[in-house]
Nanobody, 115 residues
């Protein structure tokens, strides 16, 4: 069973930064794609950013230029650097990993942007 453990969430003021980390229980080379999703209260879960095994990336339009997803293969970790945070970035952020027909999720980490 694959485990994904997120960390790095918290409370930050608008304009601030946070870095989320997702540690996998096995080599991330085994996943075709890894990504970060978020879900705000009363809203559907949405893709924020994802990165493939060859390091191709895509981003949600509203976070382009502010968020950066990256892989640390030596630590089996995927990172999400979030800069210039806005109130609307407040949500629970989930790590996701895909391998073939299998899909894995972390437990989520809360990000709250508030003044």
């Amino acid at each position: 069973q694959v485990q994904l453990v997120e960390s790095g969430g918290g409370l930050v003021q608008p304009g601030g930064s946070l870095r989320l980390s997702c540690a996998a229980s096995r080599s991330i080379f085994s996943f075709n794609v890894m990504g970060w999703y978020r879900q705000a209260p009363g809203k559907e879960r949405e893709l924020v950013a994802r990165i493939t095994s060859d390091s191709s990336t895509i981003y949600l339009g509203s976070v382009k230029g502010r968020f950066t997803i990256s892989r640390d293969n030596s630590k089996n970790t995927v990172l999400l650097q979030m800069n210039s945070l806005k109130l609307e970035d407040t949500a629970v952020y989930y790590c996701n990993a895909g391998a073939g027909f299998n899909d894995y999720w972390g437990q989520g980490t809360q990000v709250t942007v508030s003044s």
